[in-house]
């Protein structure tokens, strides 16, 4: 099954960006919906952005929507969400995940990264 790993998290002023990548390994990459779910302390996981098979559909979570971009590399077995115009809101551990079904966006997803610290100061 496909396992991933997560890159790119750290600590960032409010306004500023951030690059989250996940690179896959194991079965055919683009056989796989990616995404990325994140989960700030004491609140519930959330759904953050989406992305189909080869590209080309997305989904995002109202509260990201316009800031942050979902993205992927077949070639490189990669995935990215670049986040732009950081709020101390969107401080939480982002978590890559991946699903192998033939629904978008999937219910469900099967695999999960270990997740990464993103932290948005003031």
């Known amino acids: 099954h496909v396992q991933l790993v997560e890159s790119g998290g750290g600590l960032v002023q409010a306004g500023g960006s951030l690059r989250l990548s996940c690179v896959a390994s194991?079965?055919?990459?683009?056989?796989?919906?990616m995404g990325w779910f994140r989960q700030a302390p004491g609140k519930e996981r959330e759904r953050v952005a989406v992305?189909?098979?080869?590209?080309?559909?997305?989904y995002y979570a109202d509260s990201v929507k316009g800031r942050f971009t979902i993205s992927r590399d077949n070639a490189k077995n990669t995935v990215y969400l670049q986040m732009n115009s950081l709020k101390p809101e969107d401080t939480a551990v982002y978590y890559c995940?991946?699903?192998?079904?033939?629904?978008?966006?999937?219910?469900?997803?099967?695999?999960w990264g270990q997740g990464t610290q993103v932290t948005v100061s003031p």
């Open positions: 992305i189909s098979w080869s590209g080309e559909s997305t």
């Open positions: 194991g079965p055919t990459f683009s056989n796989y919906v």
């Open positions: 995940v991946a699903d192998g079904g033939y629904k978008f966006p999937p219910t469900t997803f099967g695999a």
